[in-house]
């Protein structure tokens, strides 16, 4: 038999029974869009996450923190698995003489091969007073140079020229949570920042019983007046980014201020003017391929490091528990439609037992009914494929519509939840017509076994 | 080639066996047929008749004994080369018609040109003429359901010849048809008989259309040969 005839005859034996055939793709079609809109739902994640990562530089960055005292060390033994840090621990015991990281260190930093930038962090809490409102929030010194670069994206106004001017840049996320709608006439307002400082002189013995009793706190509190010179936009994204907090000021007027590091306990409890050197430095370096070298040499000086690429294989390990996930839901879908498809073929079987017979009689071999069946199951398939495609395409622009929709109002930009690579698309049709096709081989070799002597007696 | 032994069957014998039941359909039977023959199978319900035709046929395998066909051994084929010699050598007919239903008469005549992988349009072509020759290429589109049951045994008729076999095996083809189309479908095979040379064996209980029609006649009771008639 020719291959045309098997896709005419196919064609034509199921267009005979048009309900059931109907039927039995409509559950093809059901498990393929589940499964289509399912994967294109973690593809369209994954790219999400990965692209915005990639536009956002995020793979070009290495945080840089101090050595670690005792205490990690400690830790790090608890851990048999965290295997880097033991031998990390044993190759740098003596984390006194790591570098500080101070305005040296970043010079030092800035010289070497591939740095691009490299800033500090600093952090800390303060009580944001403007326009009447009053917000506790995170204040972040950032140089004038970064807020100047491509990191900093700005709504309205701009970057302060000068790291020692008393300007400040406030975060779209800010405003949003004050619920202040317009940003374009806040430009050259007044904002007021109240920070809080561990205040070493009221630690002493004579206050203890009262800072016990919670009557009064070592806290002192020092407000400082900054004009706002932009407003920046929101990041997307969390992960260890140079920007997320609300408020940006530039070194100069920070130094004096008085004000809790964030990111270490240690410093919590010093005095501000004792404290050496910054929590963290970050880095950008200019090409991805500088960041191992460049997490080297951090780590070679005793300094510990930490860089997004290195998430990404485990990201990526996500990914795929997530795809297996979905794919998994999916699964159910498909396996049912394959039942639908074995229970139509065994009942075609039956009600064409005579046929069957009779396509012996006259010549066909076991191999050409066989065929005649596969090409019928694979037939249904084929079509469950490209209507189960067309299905989740549907569906997923209309979650994502919904879904958009909704977030919008929450003040989230619009993303495409959804990806559609060729592949997905091809696979899904391939996947539908192979499931179909071994769905298909009971009822083939059921046919191919029908005895024409009984068959052609069959009524 | 030797004409005489066309068709032969030696020591031909099958048997059904369910569990421990065995049921002996053909005992020993010995035919030989020479080419371009009209041999007349008779016999009561249960004599073995349709096994013998089913064995000739190539559809079911013997127990034991063997069957040649212009000199080739066809029980020893395998289920390829047996589905081959029943698509090439040998066409069937049936008391019951069974031709397709969903089928056109054309449809039904060129079927087993499909399984010799003929080209559509050919396959039409083919069948339109052996339509022609059992005249009712008129009816080519016409369903079975259309067609009266003389009708029908005619298309199964031209269906068992569009591939030109040498035999053809017809299993009481007039078992449900009125006499006077019963006369008519045995005149046609035997037109073809003489005009074609096409060798034929018939299942008949009309002894009538036997003696009018058959060179030979053999009469099968229980599985085995009882009584051989040269008529001619």
């Known amino acids: 038999m020719r291959i045309s005839d098997y896709i005419e005859q196919s064609f034509s034996n199921l267009l005979k029974k048009k309900l059931r055939t109907f039927l039995t793709t409509f559950g093809v079609v059901i498990g393929i869009g589940a499964l289509v809109s399912m994967f294109s739902f973690g593809k369209g994640v994954q790219k999400n996450v990965t692209d915005n990562f990639k536009k956002m530089g995020l793979f070009n960055y290495i945080a840089v923190y101090p050595a670690s005292g005792r205490s990690r060390n400690k830790h790090a033994e608890f851990d048999p698995d965290d295997r880097q840090t033991q031998i990390q621990n044993e190759q740098f015991p003596d984390s006194a003489k790591s570098p500080i990281l101070d305005v040296n260190f970043l010079q030092e930093v800035r010289e070497i091969k591939g740095v691009e930038l490299a800033f500090p962090e600093i952090r800390f809490p303060a009580l944001i007073k403007f326009r009447e409102k009053e917000q506790f929030s995170l204040v972040q010194v950032m140089s004038a140079e970064v807020c100047k670069s491509e990191l900093m994206k700005l709504r309205a106004g701009k970057a302060y020229e000068s790291d020692d001017e008393n300007s400040l840049i406030i975060n779209d996320s800010l405003l949003r949570r004050t619920d202040i709608k317009e940003f374009e006439g806040l430009v050259g307002e007044q904002i007021e920042i109240s920070t809080l400082a561990l205040d070493s002189e009221l630690l002493n013995p004579m206050n203890i019983m009262s800072i016990m009793q919670g009557e009064k706190l070592p806290f002192s509190q020092e407000s400082y007046n900054f004009t706002i010179v932009g407003v920046a936009e929101r990041m997307g994204m969390g992960g260890p980014m140079p920007l997320r907090s609300d408020v940006y000021i530039p070194p100069g007027p920070s130094e004096d201020m008085k004000k809790i590091s964030l990111t270490s306990i240690r410093d919590f409890f010093q005095p501000a003017e004792k404290l050496k050197g910054y929590s963290a430095i970050t880095i950008r370096v200019s090409s991805i391929k500088y960041i191992d070298l460049i997490k080297e040499q951090m780590e070679n ?56 017979g009779i396509m012996k009689a006259v010549g066909a071999s076991d191999k050409d009914v066989k065929k005649i069946f596969f090409f019928e199951s694979g037939m249904i398939g084929f079509l469950g494929g490209i209507f189960g495609l067309a299905l989740g395409w549907v569906v997923s622009i209309l979650i994502n519509q919904v879904a958009n929709y909704f977030l919008a109002k929450q003040g989230v930009p619009y993303v495409d939840y959804f990806s559609f690579p060729w592949w997905l698309c091809l696979g899904a049709v391939v996947f539908s017509v192979l499931v179909s096709l071994a769905a298909g081989v009971y009822p083939a070799l059921r046919a191919a076994r029908v005895d024409p002597v009984v068959a052609l007696r069959h009524d | 080639m030797d004409s005489a032994g066309f068709v032969e069957t030696e020591d031909l014998t099958k048997v059904y066996s369910s569990g421990k039941i065995h049921i002996v359909a053909l005992k020993d039977v010995n035919l030989s047929l020479e080419e371009g023959k009209f041999l007349g199978v008779t016999g009561p319900s249960g004599s073995g008749k349709s096994t013998l035709m089913n064995l000739l046929g190539g559809l079911d395998t013997p127990s034991s004994g063997s069957i040649r066909v212009q000199g080739k051994f066809i029980s020893e084929l395998n289920k390829e080369d047996l589905a081959l010699y029943r698509r090439y050598q040998v066409g069937m007919i049936f008391q019951t018609f069974n031709i397709i239903s969903s089928y056109t008469a054309l449809e039904n005549v060129g079927f087993p040109l499909l399984f010799a992988g003929v080209p559509k349009k050919e396959r039409n072509r083919q069948a339109g003429e052996m339509l022609t020759k059992v005249g009712l290429y008129p009816r080519k589109d016409h369903r079975p359901a259309e067609l009266s049951g003389g009708e029908q045994q005619r298309v199964a008729i031209a269906r068992a010849l569009v591939n030109q076999p040498k035999i053809l095996l017809a299993d009481e083809p007039t078992g449900n048809l009125d006499t006077s189309t019963s006369g008519q479908i045995v005149q046609t095979l035997s037109e073809l008989n003489k005009k074609q040379g096409l ?34």
Request: charged share 25%; proline share 0%; with cysteine.
């Open chain 1, 301 to 356: 000086r005793g300094l510990r490091t930490f860089a997004l690429i290195d998430q990404l294989k485990e990201i990526k390990t996500a990914f795929i528990f997530m795809d297996m996930f979905l794919a998994a839901v999916a699964m159910i879908a498909i396996t049912v439609a394959t039942l639908g498809i074995i229970n139509t073929m065994v009942m075609s079987i039956l009600e064409r037992y005579r046929e069957i």
């Open chain 2, 199 to 232: 060798t034929i064996i018939m299942i008949s209980h009309e002894q009538s259309l036997l003696a009018e029609f058959a060179d030979d006649v053999i009469c099968l009771r229980d599985g085995e040969v009882v009584d051989k008639e040269e008529i001619r």
